[in-house]
């Protein structure tokens, strides 16, 4: 738990542990240049926009959030290539469920939130 409202899940996004977990969201933001094995997005958010890691823009995180969710509605990021991610969803007061199978990428995220972090 991020600050005793948001979701980080360091590991597998596709695994039945993170899935599971996840209620119905706004907005779900895959952005990714791995293999695809979130099918389960589409059952989980209203609106699921995916594009390339290569394409990767804040500016571009912040603006989507902003149109397809409003404050304290849910957003899920199943990977977390920007580091920035959590903090930003946060400051715009959305509650996140977020995953990245890379420890090293959690760590970033939650070290950029400037959140607090304990074990759920």
Do not use: N, Y
């Amino acid at each position: 738990m991020l600050g005793k409202q948001h979701f980080l899940f360091c590991g597998d996004t596709a695994s039945p542990q993170f899935v599971e977990r996840i209620p119905f969201a706004a907005l779900a933001i895959a952005i990714t240049s791995d293999d695809w094995d979130h099918d389960w997005l589409i059952e989980r958010a209203k609106t699921v926009i995916v594009f390339p890691e290569s394409d990767l823009k804040e500016q571009l995180i912040e603006q989507l959030i902003k149109i397809f969710s409003t404050p304290r509605e849910t957003v899920i990021f199943p990977w977390l290539p920007s580091k920035d991610m959590i903090k930003i969803a946060h400051k715009l007061k959305r509650q996140i469920f977020a995953g990245d199978p890379s420890l090293e990428r959690c760590l970033e995220a939650i070290a950029q939130s400037k959140l607090t972090s304990e074990p759920f």
